[in-house]
């Protein structure tokens, strides 16, 4: 088993557009979406406005996402659930993503995300914030 990267898509499949993701291993009634407009392979998807689901609620919907190299993330818009914080999400913390529903499953708890690293707009782009980052879900990671 490779370490936890919490830069890296664990599951690029949930992105490649296609079925629509349901459980893992189940195959939805729907087909898959290969008309004109359906994204190619390695396309990337705009996920801006699907909401995100921790293991036990909703967290909020996503604000924005980076796909620069090396160092992939959703930002997170909580709204009132944490006084309208926004967090910054490794794309390593997303377990699955329904593209049907437009939600986007993390693999953390409520309480995991709300205790994570502030996040400031000027931050997101400094290297050293995202070691912080990444620490900070690495080790959540490791304790499960």
Do not use: C
Request: charged fraction near 30%; hydrophobic fraction near 30%.
């Amino acid at each position: 088993m490779q370490p936890f990267n919490p830069w890296a898509w664990r599951d690029p499949a949930a992105l490649a557009g296609g079925y629509d993701q349901t459980e893992p291993g189940e195959r939805p009634d729907r087909e898959p979406h290969d008309g004109p407009d359906a994204p190619g392979p390695g396309t990337p998807l705009d996920l801006t406005g699907y909401r995100v689901e921790a293991t036990d609620g909703r967290i909020g919907a996503i604000d924005e996402a980076s796909e620069e190299a090396g160092a992939r993330w959703l930002v997170v818009d909580t709204g009132p659930w944490i006084f309208g914080r926004k967090v910054l999400l490794p794309v390593g913390t997303v377990a699955r993503v329904d593209h049907g529903d437009r939600v986007v499953h993390v693999d953390r708890s409520r309480e995991q995300v709300k205790d994570s690293p502030a996040f400031d707009p000027e931050d997101g782009a400094r290297p050293d914030y995202r070691d912080q980052v990444g620490d900070y879900y690495a080790q959540s990671y490791r304790r499960g």
